[in-house]
């Protein structure tokens, strides 16, 4: 069975986004995009919401072509042409979309038909309000949450929908030079 893995940035006090949707508050840089890579080497397939995929859409598919382009630009864009997208949204339609499924509704059977079938793991990059859905639904494997040195006070919360006691194994954390702490937590199974 393969996993769905959900990859956050997190302030301290448990945002993912300020007021007016602001993450100019995330740390990244390159030893983290590295460690990230090795996540998405197990990983063939990407699942989104509407608004992050429209977004990534916007970015990846050409940013590895620039000639200014980064290494991590250039592995990120050339992971993301490859893998199967998988798309939540109630307006997208599937009609010209390249290797991407549109899932509207019976997200708890679609979402457990694509966690059966053969391949490597299923990762969730952002997409708070996809992510909010999914915990509620109990499909969440794993968390990788990423949190950063800073304090919010207010914004779009990291944990919402939750109905019911999940219970967590933390699996090993990795600190950056830049403050961040990888927190990395599979579901306990009852």
């Given amino acids: 069975m393969r996993n769905l893995i959900f ?3 997190t302030s301290l006090d448990g945002f993912v986004a300020g007021p007016n949707g602001e993450m100019d508050w995330i740390n990244v840089d390159e030893a983290m995009f590295d460690f990230v890579a090795t996540m998405t080497d197990k990983a063939d397939t990407a699942l989104y919401g509407r608004v992050t ?12 072509d620039h000639p200014d382009a980064s290494k991590h630009d250039k592995e990120h864009s050339l992971w993301y042409k490859n893998v199967s997208k998988i798309v939540l949204s109630r307006t997208l339609s599937e009609k010209g979309l390249d290797n991407t499924i549109v899932i509207s509704d019976h997200l708890t059977d679609n979402i457990n038909k694509i966690k059966q079938q053969d391949g490597k793991n299923i990762l969730i990059f952002g997409s708070p309000r996809a992510s909010h859905s999914l915990l509620g639904l109990g499909l969440i494997d794993e968390f990788w949450l990423f949190v950063n040195p800073v ?40």
């Fill in 7 to 9: 990859f956050m940035h």
């Fill in 53 to 64: 995929y429209e977004m990534m859409q916007g970015y990846w598919p050409t940013a590895g």
């Fill in 151 to 190: 304090l919010l006070g207010e914004g779009m919360p990291l944990f919402k929908e939750v109905k019911e006691l999940t219970k967590l194994k933390l699996v090993e954390t990795k600190i950056f030079s830049s403050g961040v702490i990888a927190l990395h937590y599979e579901r306990k199974r009852n």
